[in-house]
């Protein structure tokens, strides 16, 4: 049976790609954006499975195992970034964090 | 289209039918474990253990059930209500699911994926969002340290029991369950026996995975009343119990079917060893002898009669189990006597493991928690991953430069064993020095 | 047909989890619905005879990264938060950016649609032993990244660990 057209595929990586950003850009609470960035690697992932699909080769698998690695990376060290913050400054809303405000 | 519908439901009525006996069989079969481990507690404890409803208290498990279905249904007040009710949905769920990759005999298998072993591996470790969610949303506190604390107990030991899988996997070359089983068919040993050290820390793995004890101190009744499991009662309970002991048995069919053999006889390749085939149906009826020598003992009439037909019962299952060993039978459906004895092997295998579970339960004191992560992180986690390089040499000495089974695996179970006692005699140093300074 | 029918149905759980991510009041929802996201995403990846990345996926992000942030979410005290104002002052504008972003990429999609088949997409089976091929490719002609996001690895825990000391 025939593949379903790789654009439907895009195109579902595209709105999950901006869910994320809206979510990036309109929340205050930095867990929240944090979550709506792995949103955003997430949608990726989807369209280099969905080429690696459409080739026939396991290279897309191979980049989407880095993106998820880096990903996990990063959600450890920003969680314990925001935990030594709300250790100091006892709040969690990315507005309120401007210490370098003059 | 509802003809396209029916086709394919008629196409995986194998697969239907299974995974219908599991859900219906599972929690029956939950029920008579617990069963078996308070009669396994009393004989060690040299008492009898429950004998008063139905004979030797073999209808305890619906008595049990019964109560617990009409009990009083308690929310706390400020509970987060629809993440109170999800919680131990999410437990029983993930454990049930993890059953559907694993193979019980050759028929009797949901989906066999193509990465069976880590989809069983992975599906189980999403049982540890019940538990949390469970205990967060009790909004108490014991609910929540318990709940935390059997959480990064469960994510720690993982590890460990993630490379020690590894290391059989390796030996297999496979992640298909039907596959690993038939790897070790071809290799004419059962993969504890090449890797025991892997064996050894998925073992102890387990026990940690399932919170059993001795590491079980996010539940103990005198830690912190139940952990995440205070607030819980009635039915709600007996969802995260039933999840806690279908767990059980995910990890021991894991065990089984990646270290015991499967489904396969001891010694399956030997053709000497063929008078194990008429072991199942020897202790079936030696089951049901006992039933009926201990018949006419009981103390009422109907427990007699229910002895005797659990005796005939289990005449009944020794009578099915040699069908196969006669030669007209076994021309006639070939597939019967893999099926039939290997389910029963499997099954025996899967016991005999969760009887271990019960064994270790009654013999050690519990560890504290510090103990417990420091055993994970310390110990477990640097021996799997040397087991892993072990194996790795012992298949280049094997493949690569000829050395036969027996010196390849040895020498690298030496070496990771002595790589154990320096891990285990530098903790003990490290014990003896402690000096508290008073730094936090 | 049931292809269409599962990703249909991974597809409609994944928007509408996303969507129920970035709008929730209280953390621990997000967080639930995030996973479920998480879990539709990995059930495309095995509609897409990737079964490797999806069992990756449910230990790694589902059974790990997000355990991560549950646990955070519970040791760090929300409840001041539930009354907050969720959405910062300038949410209009993200709102419009991020609307214009969705609507280049559509457009990109959409003429773009043609020059993407080009000939016959590969059979299913040429992913076939999925676990294979991805270690082949992995350790052959990507070992250098792999190397170094095994070095990543290592740099995060040491920045964990730091972070999460009282005093270095």
């Known amino acids: 049976m025939a593949m379903i057209p790789i654009s439907q595929y895009l195109f579902l990586g595209m709105v999950l790609f901006t869910i994320g950003a809206i979510g990036v850009v309109t929340r205050r609470n930095v867990i929240i954006i944090l979550m709506s960035i792995e949103l955003m690697l997430n949608a990726v992932n989807i369209n280099l499975v969905a080429f690696s699909r459409l080739v026939g080769s396991a290279e897309g698998h191979a980049f989407a195992i880095f993106i998820i690695t880096d990903a996990a990376a990063e959600a450890a060290v920003g969680l314990g970034i925001i935990i030594a913050f709300f250790r100091n400054r006892e709040t969690l809303l990315g507005d309120e964090m401007d210490l370098m405000k003059w | 289209m509802l003809m396209n519908v029916l086709h394919f439901v008629i196409s995986i009525w194998v697969p239907l039918v299974c995974a219908l006996i599991i859900v219906a069989v599972l929690p029956l079969v939950a029920g008579y474990i617990v069963l078996m481990e308070r009669k396994v507690m009393a004989d060690m404890q040299a008492r009898l253990g429950p004998m008063r409803v139905g004979p030797h208290g073999l209808l305890q498990p619906i008595a049990d059930a ?108 496979t992640l298909s369950t039907r596959e690993i089983i038939q790897a070790q068919n071809d290799y004419g040993v059962w993969f504890a026996i090449a890797a025991p050290v892997g064996f050894f820390v998925y073992l102890v793995a387990s026990i940690a995975e399932t919170n059993r004890a001795p590491f079980d101190l996010p539940e103990a009744e005198s830690e912190l009343v139940a952990g995440y499991m205070t607030e819980y009662s009635g039915f709600r309970w007996a969802l995260y119990f039933l999840a806690e002991y279908t767990n059980m048995v995910v990890v021991a069919s894991i065990a089984t079917t990646l270290f015991l053999g499967g489904w396969l006889r001891p ?92 064994w270790l339960r ?48 040895g020498l690298t179970t030496l070496l990771t064993l002595a790589v154990a006692a320096w891990l285990g005699w530098a903790e003990e140093k490290k014990d003896k020095v402690h000096v508290f300074v008073g730094e936090t | 047909m049931l292809d269409h029918i599962v990703f249909y149905f991974f597809a409609a759980l994944a928007v509408v989890s996303a969507i129920l991510v970035v709008t929730r009041r209280n953390v621990v929802q997000s967080a639930i619905f995030l996973i479920t996201a998480l ?130």
């Not at chain 3, 350790?139 to 000391?165: D, H, Q, R």
């Open chain 3, 39 to 168: 879990l539709a995403t990995a059930g495309i990846f095995l509609q897409l005879h990737a079964e490797f990345l999806f069992i990756v996926q449910v230990i790694l992000y589902a059974g790990g990264i997000m355990v991560l942030f549950v646990f955070v979410i519970m040791l760090i005290n929300m409840d001041v938060s539930l009354h907050q104002v969720q959405f910062n002052r300038q949410w209009w504008l993200g709102l419009l950016l991020a609307l214009v972003l969705g609507a280049e990429f559509t457009v990109a999609i959409a003429i773009g649609r043609s020059h993407l088949s080009f000939g016959e997409p590969a059979p299913a089976s040429a992913l076939e032993p999925s676990t294979q091929l991805v270690g082949k490719v992995l350790f052959s002609e990507y070992m250098l990244p792999f190397e170094i996001a095994s070095i990543l690895l290592l740099v995060a825990m040491i920045g964990a660990v730091v972070m999460a000391k009282k005093k270095i």
């Open chain 2, 267 to 358: 010694f399956a390749g030997t053709p000497a060893f063929n008078f194990l085939d008429y072991l199942p149906s020897v202790l079936m009826l030696g089951i049901g002898g006992y039933c009926f020598y201990r018949a006419p003992k009981q103390p009422v009439k109907v427990q007699s009669l229910f002895m005797v037909a659990v005796g005939l019962l289990m005449i009944l299952a020794a009578i099915i189990l040699a069908a196969p060993l006669i030669p007209a039978v076994s021309n006639l459906l070939p597939g019967l006597k893999p099926g039939l004895h290997g389910a029963f092997w499997f099954l025996l295998k899967v016991g005999l493991y969760i009887y271990l579970f019960m």
């Open chain 2, 66 to 173: 019964l109560k617990l279905l009409i009990k009083e249904d308690i929310i706390p007040d400020e509970a987060d209500k629809a993440i109170f009710w999800f919680a131990p949905l999410i437990s029983v769920t993930a454990a049930m699911l993890a059953m559907s990759a694993l193979a019980i005999g050759p028929w009797f298998q949901i989906a066999d994926l193509n990465v069976g072993l880590l989809f069983v591996v992975g599906i189980s470790a999403l049982g540890i969002f019940g538990i949390v969610l469970g205990g967060w949303s009790s909004n108490s506190h014991y609910s929540l340290l318990g709940a935390l604390r059997s959480a990064a107990q469960l994510v720690s030991y993982e590890t460990a029991a993630g490379m020690a899988i590894v290391g059989g996997l390796l030996l297999a070359g």
């Open chain 2, 362 to 409: 009654f013999t050690f004191p519990r560890y504290r928690f510090d103990q417990l992560m420091r055993l994970g992180w310390q110990f477990l986690i640097p021996l799997s991953i040397v087991n892993v390089m072990g194996i790795g040499l012992a298949l280049v000495l094997h493949r690569h430069w000829g050395w036969g089974h027996l010196p390849a695996f």
